[in-house]
């Protein structure tokens, strides 16, 4: 019997002669074609030998093989519909770009350009002036740099001002972000002696003033953007730290971390100390990061004094840091959004912004629209986060479908193997979406998942 089952097992090469796989294999590649016919049929003789199947058909071999031609031809970095609610989600690639920021970058990626040419004189040019004087403009800086991220900022600064020398920086703020970027380590790993100065919960200026020696080259200040310390607690206010810096002719800087240009308390959340809040008070360089509140590319963004940013710009460390022209294409888009004051064309901004109102019309349309193939969902009021290391104890104010007639973990492992996944939230064992992170654009997706599902149900 089994034997005989093995026997009815196709061969590969026949099985491709069929008219549907010629036309895939113009399609895709006769490789990835090859390879998903083998697997099907690897897939039955499997089943066969462990005694799942009692027989098959061809169309059964067939349709296995289709839905590995699928899967292959996926590329390993997706698009996927977030479901979380969290608005700069670094696991989901934190801020998402508007149409006209894709749009330039397609325009500038599909020719050359001028990433480095000085179109005015003809001569080589630099890719940091690309967008220098725009975030100059905005910021009110002296001057501006780019780099990969805002950990390679900081480390960038460290190692042109710290090294061998000593960094003060207060016990409350020897932070850690998630991914392993830790102050104290990347001090080290600068060769800047880290001098911690102060308690926990309190620091006061004698503190930095009394551990000031004739080695010490900076004042750092990091902004504690993704835990709070609270009760009893002291810290000095940047401008304190700018004067004792100007007393002792020391460099101030702060990581901002998350660097946000607006006032984030006019959308009703906290206020967040502002890029121009850490500038303003004198600060000598500024670090914070291009993806996280500001909305655009993964890049760090360094401004400050003209006369040290210059230096940091001859560093040899620069060239391993160095943005790419796809960075730049986006980051120039999204500088002129802020320049124009634009903020709604930043879907970062725009979905931090975005009425409660709007949120549950859109729970109200996808609700609909589900039940309308026999999918019954609640809404539910949920709270979503920030996310990308902002604000931690802000919740947003939120509506999420709610799917009460599933398992929550097979619905949440079946759309999330989707092909476009779908990430949820499991809360109270309730499989949710919430809807502050899903557009209108996404239905289509979200209701065709569905239906596999329905039809996956019924077999
Ligand atoms: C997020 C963050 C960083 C790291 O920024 P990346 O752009 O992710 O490299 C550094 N410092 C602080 C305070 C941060 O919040």
């Not at 730290?241 to 006019?266: A, F, N, P, Q």
């Amino acid at each position: 019997m089994k034997k005989e089952l093995f026997r009815k097992l196709p061969k590969v090469d026949k099985l491709l002669l069929s008219n549907s796989f010629k036309k895939l294999i113009e399609e895709k590649g006769y490789n990835i074609v090859y390879e998903s016919v083998n697997e099907a049929i690897d897939t039955f003789r499997k089943a066969i030998a462990n005694d799942s199947i009692e027989t098959f058909t061809d169309e059964a071999i067939i349709k296995t093989a289709f839905k590995n031609i699928e899967r292959k031809s996926q590329t390993n970095l997706r698009r996927v519909i977030n479901g979380t609610g969290t608005i700069i989600h670094t696991n989901l690639g934190r801020s998402i770009f508007s149409t006209k920021m894709v749009e330039n970058l397609t325009d500038i990626l599909s020719g050359y350009n001028n990433l480095e040419y000085d179109l005015s004189t003809g001569q080589r040019g630099t890719r940091y002036s690309l967008v220098e004087k725009l975030i100059c403009e905005i910021t009110g800086a002296e001057a501006a740099l780019i780099v990969n991220n805002n950990a390679a900022a900081v480390l960038l600064c460290l190692d042109q001002f710290g090294k061998n020398k000593e960094v003060i920086v207060s016990r409350g703020e020897l932070v850690e972000i998630g991914g392993s970027f830790r102050i104290p380590d990347i001090m080290k790993f600068s060769g800047s002696a880290l001098v911690e100065v102060g308690t926990t919960n309190r620091t006061h200026l004698y503190d930095y003033e009394d551990h000031i020696t004739e080695n010490t080259s900076m004042l750092l200040k990091v902004h504690t953007s993704n835990y709070k310390i609270s009760g009893f607690t002291q810290e000095i206010s940047r401008e304190e730290i700018v004067s004792l810096g100007r007393k002792y002719k020391i460099i101030t800087m702060e990581d901002l971390g998350s660097g946000v240009l607006i006032d984030l308390s006019k959308y009703g959340l906290k206020k967040e100390p502002t890029i121009l809040d850490s500038l303003n008070s004198g600060m000598d360089l500024v670090t914070f990061s291009g993806d996280k509140l500001l909305g655009g590319p993964q890049c760090g963004i360094i401004i400050g004094k003209k006369e040290l940013v210059d230096k940091l710009k001859r560093n040899q460390l620069l060239r391993t840091f160095r943005v790419c022209k796809m960075t730049i294409a986006i980051l120039e888009v999204l500088l002129r959004e802020y320049k124009n004051e634009n903020y709604s064309e930043i879907p970062t901004l725009a979905m931090l912004s975005e009425p409660l109102d709007n949120v549950l019309e859109r729970a109200l349309e996808l609700q609909k629209k589900l039940k309308e193939i026999d999918i019954h969902t609640d809404i539910v009021p949920s709270k979503c986060m920030v996310g990308g290391g902002s604000l931690p104890e802000e919740f947003i104010d939120s509506y999420a479908l709610s799917f009460n007639n599933f398992n929550s973990v097979s619905l949440e492992k079946k759309l999330r193997e989707n092909s476009v996944p779908i990430i949820g939230r499991i809360q109270q064992n309730q499989y949710i979406l919430d809807m502050k992170t899903i557009s209108s654009k996404d239905y289509p997706i979200l209701l065709k998942a569905f239906e596999d599902i329905n039809n996956s149900r019924s077999i």
